[in-house]
C-alpha cells in the first residue's frame, strides 16, 4: 500500500494549487521512487514464476499507471483516489500479488495474454489520463451537497436513507415476484436507484453515534440491529456483494474511527472474509440458479433461508455445491474462485480473446445503450431493460443463446476494446474518467477523508460504498446510467431538511 505525505493528502482535487508541476503535486520524489520500485518487485516477481516478458511488462506498467493514478486522484483519503486504488488493486494488484505467492505465472489461464495486457496498460494511462484531466478545470460549488450539516441533520438523514432505500429495494422486486419478468422505467427505475443505497444504510447513523460520543458506538443496539438486518436482506437477495457490503461498510467506518491497527477491526475483517468464503460464496452461486430468484416474496425467503441453513450447517451439502459452482476463471485453484472477482483481469480476458478472435467490434452500440438506460422511458418507451453486460456476454460465449438476462462482468476496459478496440482504450477511460469525476465534483465537492465524522466524511464513504463496485465491474452503459445519482441524493437530502424540523434539537439516542 502506498503511503502518501500530508502534502500530499491535503492536495484538493479542484484546488487552484493544481496548477503547479504534475509531480510536485502527486508524487514527492520518495513516492516516484518507492512506485517504482514496487513496480520493479513485481516485474521481477512475475519473470521468476514464468510469466511472458511481454505480459510481465505490461502488467508492470499497468500497475504504475494506476497506483499514478491514485495519487492522481488525491490519494486514499479521497473518494477519487480511492477508487482509483480499487480500479487497480481488484483488476491486477490482488491476482497478481496471489500469483507471486503461489509461484505462478501470472498469464497462464489467459486466453490472450499479450492483448490483455496491452488492454490493462493503456486503460490505466487512460484512468490516469482522464483523473489529471478533470483535476486541472475549475468546479462551481453552487449544487454542491459537501457542506457542513448539523447533528440533526445527519440524524434525519440516517433515517431517510433507511426508509427510501428498503422501500426502494421491496418495490423494484414487485413486477418479478408476481411473474412479470424483469421491468425497468418509470417507478421502477427510481426504486432501483434508491434500493441501491441500502448497503450504505448502516453509515450515516454510525458517523452521528461518533458525533455524539456514544460509549458503545458499533456495538450500539442501533448499530447491531441495522447490521443484522441489512445482512439477512443481503442474504434473501442471493447477491454476494449485498450479503457482503453492510459488513464491509461497518469496517470501513470503524477502521476510519480506530486506525489500521486496531487488531479487533482486523479480527472482524478476517471472520468476515471467512463467512465470505465458506459460505455467502457457494451460496449466492447456488441458490439464484435453485428457486432463490423465482417464486413470491415468501417463496423466495423460505428457499433462501432454507438453502442458507444448509449451506452453514451442513458440511456435506457445502461441499458438494461448492463443486457444482467452482468455476476458475484467473486462479487456476478451485479453492480460490471466490475471489476470482479480486482479479478482475480473467474476466477481461475473455471478452477481448472473443472480440479480437471473431473480430467482433461493436462501435457506439454499448456506448449508446447507456444514454438510452440514461433517457426517461417516458420520451424512450423501448428503452434497454439491463445494461450491455449480456450482450458482450454472448459475444464472449460466457451464457446460452436464450440466455437474455445474466449480466456478465468484463470491466470497462474490456468494453471499450470490443467497441473500438485498443484506440477506444485510451480515449475513452480517459475521456469517461474525466467526465465521471468532473460530474461527480459538481454535486459532492473533493469527497475525502479528513479524520472526523463530517459531511465530506459522509460523502467520501457514499461514493466508495455506491461505486466501488460498478466501477470495476459495470459495462460501460451502467457506468453512464449511474450519471442520475444527483436526482436521488437530492431527493433524500430535501426529505431529510424536512424531517430534521421535528427531531428535538437534543436526542437522547446516543
Known amino acids: 500500500m502506498i503511503q502518501l505525505s500530508p502534502q500530499i493528502a491535503t492536495v484538493g482535487v479542484g484546488s487552484r494549487a493544481e496548477r503547479i508541476s504534475l509531480i510536485s503535486i502527486f508524487a514527492t520524489r520518495q513516492q516516484l521512487v518507492l512506485l517504482l520500485g514496487v513496480t520493479t518487485l513485481l516485474l521481477v516477481g512475475q519473470l521468476i514464476t514464468g510469466t511472458g516478458a511481454v505480459v510481465a511488462f505490461l502488467f508492470a506498467a499497468a500497475i504504475l499507471f494506476g497506483m499514478l493514478s491514485v495519487l492522481a486522484g488525491g490519494g486514499l483519503r479521497s473518494a477519487f483516489g480511492c477508487l482509483n486504488a480499487i ?6 494488484l490482488f491476482g497478481i500479488a496471489v500469483k507471486l ?8 489461464t ?10 490493462m496498460a493503456t486503460g490505466f494511462l487512460g484512468l490516469f ?3 489529471v484531466v478533470q483535476s486541472r478545470f475549475s468546479c462551481p ?3 454542491s451537497m459537501n457542506r457542513p450539516t448539523s447533528d440533526n441533520m445527519l440524524l434525519a438523514l440516517s433515517i431517510a436513507v433507511f426508509i427510501f432505500s428498503y422501500l426502494g429495494y421491496f418495490a423494484q422486486m414487485i413486477p418479478s415476484t408476481h411473474g412479470e419478468g424483469i421491468r425497468t422505467g418509470g417507478w421502477l427505475g427510481i426504486a432501483r436507484a434508491f434500493a441501491s443505497l441500502k448497503s450504505f444504510a448502516i453509515v450515516p447513523p454510525m458517523l452521528y453515534l461518533w458525533r455524539k460520543k456514544a460509549r458503545l458506538w458499533m456495538t450500539h443496539p442501533a448499530i447491531l440491529s441495522l447490521l443484522t438486518w441489512s445482512a439477512i436482506v443481503g442474504i434473501f437477495s442471493t447477491s454476494k456483494e ?3 457490503e453492510p459488513l464491509t461498510f461497518y469496517a470501513l467506518v470503524g477502521f476510519m474511527r480506530y486506525g489500521l491497527r486496531d487488531i479487533r477491526m482486523w479480527s472482524f475483517v478476517s471472520a468476515s472474509l471467512l463467512y465470505y468464503t465458506v459460505i455467502i460464496f457457494p451460496y449466492a452461486q447456488y441458490v439464484r440458479h435453485n ?3 423465482e417464486g413470491s416474496l415468501a417463496q423466495r425467503a423460505e428457499i433462501t433461508m432454507n438453502t442458507f441453513w444448509r449451506i452453514a450447517t451442513d ?8 463443486e457444482r459452482v467452482s468455476t476458475p476463471v484467473y486462479f487456476e485453484n478451485p479453492a480460490l474462485s471466490p475471489f476470482n472477482r479480486f482479479a478482475m483481469v480473467g474476466e477481461a480476458d475473455r471478452l477481448v480473446d472473443a472480440t479480437e478472435r471473431q473480430q467482433a467490434f461493436t462501435g457506439w452500440e454499448t456506448i449508446a445503450w447507456g444514454f438510452k438506460l440514461l433517457t426517461p422511458s417516458i420520451l424512450l418507451p423501448d428503452k434497454p431493460v439491463l445494461e450491455a453486460g449480456n450482450h458482450l456476454a454472448h459475444i464472449a460465449g460466457d451464457v446460452g443463446s436464450s440466455d437474455t438476462t445474466t449480466q456478465v462482468s468484463y470491466g470497462i476496459m474490456a468494453n471499450f476494446y470490443s467497441g473500438f478496440s485498443l484506440p477506444g482504450v485510451l480515449i475513452g477511460t480517459s475521456v469517461f474518467f474525466a467526465v465521471f469525476y468532473y460530474w461527480i465534483r459538481l454535486f459532492l465537492g473533493d469527497a475525502r477523508w479528513s479524520g472526523g465524522p463530517d459531511t465530506s466524511a459522509l460523502w467520501f464513504i457514499w461514493l466508495v460504498a455506491s461505486f466501488q463496485h460498478s466501477v470495476v465491474e459495470s459495462a460501460v452503459s451502467g457506468l453512464i446510467a449511474s450519471l442520475s445519482f444527483p436526482v436521488v441524493l437530492a431527493t433524500l437530502w430535501v426529505a431529510a431538511r424536512w424531517l430534521s424540523m421535528f427531531l428535538p434539537r437534543k436526542t437522547v439516542l446516543a
Open 129 to 131: 489520463i482522464g483523473t
Open 242 to 244: 449485498d450479503a457482503l
Open 110 to 119: 489467459l486466453r490472450s495474454p499479450e492483448t490483455t495486457g496491452l488492454v
Open 87 to 92: 480500479l487497480i488493486g481488484k483488476f491486477l
Open 101 to 108: 505467492i503461489l509461484f505462478e505465472p501470472a498469464d497462464i
Open 315 to 322: 458440511p456435506t451439502f457445502r461441499s458438494v455445491t461448492s
Open 141 to 143: 460549488q453552487y449544487w
Open 291 to 293: 428457486g432463490g430468484r
